[in-house]
């Protein structure tokens, strides 16, 4: 992206226009003033998704938070919906039903018009749930219903940023970079996971061969070996997406490995050299 900062400089920043004069009001400085651009670089994704949704007022609607997740973490919300992308569920957790239900005035608690709820695009329903919650939802509470609706958990990819693994998700890149060492994807509705090495790995390793102990660690997750497209591959046996707690584990499973490959191999300071 491009900003001007107040001599006319044309100057490189992480996020577009719109979010960066929001994030720069919540920093109580003017809105194209570029003097803490620095500073807003470094804050978390999730920090900055906050700041932004501020900037909307006291009532924020379904629309403007996928506004403001595609600003800043570039998942497009409503490309996921339109497809019919993300989590494939029988049901939605309990608070995102009683919410639907609510909004098609019927009691909270029945199930009658469930078949319904769950016929709806994802959209609708994150919607419906955010103007049943008044449009009063913090940015840690849509940060929830999305990844209730959606299966786009944003804590955690803010928490994933900078540690070496490329995310592709739901039909789109959520999180790539050039010295990124593992790569892991998933099929549209989530059921599907896949877990592969990158070209910087090779580069900075030699092999392409995956550490034995992250091996061992995502084969006990149920994962096996693909040898003809040297990645390795999960299906979650009840045919609905593989749950956050997994996905979790794996994640956590590689960073620790980075870490282990950064102290053996000194990547860290290659990475940076860059």
Not at 51 to 78: C, I, M, P, Q, T
Not at 229 to 244: G, K, L
């Amino acid at each position: 992206m491009r900003a001007e900062d107040s001599t006319g400089i044309q100057q490189t920043t992480k996020y577009s226009t719109s979010v960066m004069e929001a994030v720069r009001l919540s920093l109580f400085i003017e809105s194209n003033s570029t003097h803490l651009d620095q500073l807003i670089e470094t804050m978390t994704k999730v920090e900055v998704m906050d700041s932004y949704l501020e900037s909307f007022g006291h009532e924020v609607k379904g629309k403007e938070v996928r506004e403001v997740v595609k600003g800043v973490f570039g998942a497009d919300l409503n490309c996921i919906s339109e497809k019919n992308y993300g989590s494939k569920l029988s049901i939605y957790p309990v608070s995102v039903m009683q919410s639907l239900r609510i909004s098609l005035n019927v009691d909270p608690d029945t199930t009658e018009l469930d078949t319904q709820i769950m016929a709806m695009t994802k959209n609708e329903v994150m919607d419906r749930s955010i103007e049943a919650h008044g449009y009063s939802l913090t940015g840690e509470d849509a940060r929830v219903v999305i990844n209730q609706i959606f299966g786009v958990n944003l804590d955690g990819i803010s928490g994933l940023e900078h540690v070496g693994i490329s995310i592709y998700s739901k039909g789109q890149w959520i999180l790539q970079g050039d010295t990124d060492l593992f790569f892991i994807s998933s099929n549209l509705d989530d059921v599907e996971l896949y877990l592969a090495t990158t070209a910087y790995f090779k580069e900075t390793t030699g092999s392409n061969q995956f550490p034995d102990s992250l091996k061992q660690t995502v084969m006990s997750f149920g994962f096996t070996y693909n040898a003809d497209v040297d990645h390795f591959f999960y299906r979650n046996p009840t045919n609905e997406s593989v749950s956050d707690a997994l996905k979790g584990q794996v994640l956590r499973s590689i960073v620790g490995t980075i870490h282990e490959l950064i102290e053996i191999d000194s990547l860290l300071e290659k990475r940076s050299a860059r």
